[in-house]
């Protein structure tokens, strides 16, 4: 069974910096492409960055610049750093996994389909 846990959110102030960690279990990662979402209260999950087994990286327009993904396949590790971060960041943070191998199109922050396995997720709040 494949399992996926995140770690690292909190309470933060406009401005300030967090980071996100997603372990993961399942056999092979360096083969697959895996992504970051969020989900606001009130909101549909949206995809916020994705990186694919290659390690090109694609972000959502309302973080890039902000948010830097990263992983570390060795480690089945997947991070996310999140700087200069807004009241409109507030979420609870999901990390998942593409359900291909080796996929031959760019990751997808819109297609939620694509992933078969997520996280428990971790809340992400942006407050003064």
């Known amino acids: 069974q494949v399992q996926l846990a995140e770690s690292g959110g909190g309470l933060v102030q406009p401005g300030g910096s967090l980071r996100l960690s997603c372990s993961i279990s399942r056999p092979h990662l360096d083969r697959y492409d895996i992504g970051w979402f969020r989900q606001a209260p009130g909101k549909e999950r949206e995809g916020v960055s994705c990186v694919t087994f290659r390690h090109a990286k694609y972000y959502a327009d309302t973080v890039k610049d902000r948010f830097t993904i990263s992983r570390d396949d060795a480690k089945k590790m997947v991070y996310l750093q999140m700087d200069n971060l807004k009241p409109e960041d507030t979420a609870v943070y999901y990390c998942?996994?593409?359900?291909?191998?080796?996929?031959?199109?760019?990751?997808?922050?819109?297609?939620?389909?694509?992933?078969?396995?997520w996280g428990q997720g971790t809340q992400v709040s942006v407050s003064s």
């Open positions: 998942a996994i593409d359900r291909r191998i080796f996929s031959s199109t760019e990751c997808s922050l819109e297609d939620l389909t694509r992933y078969d396995y």
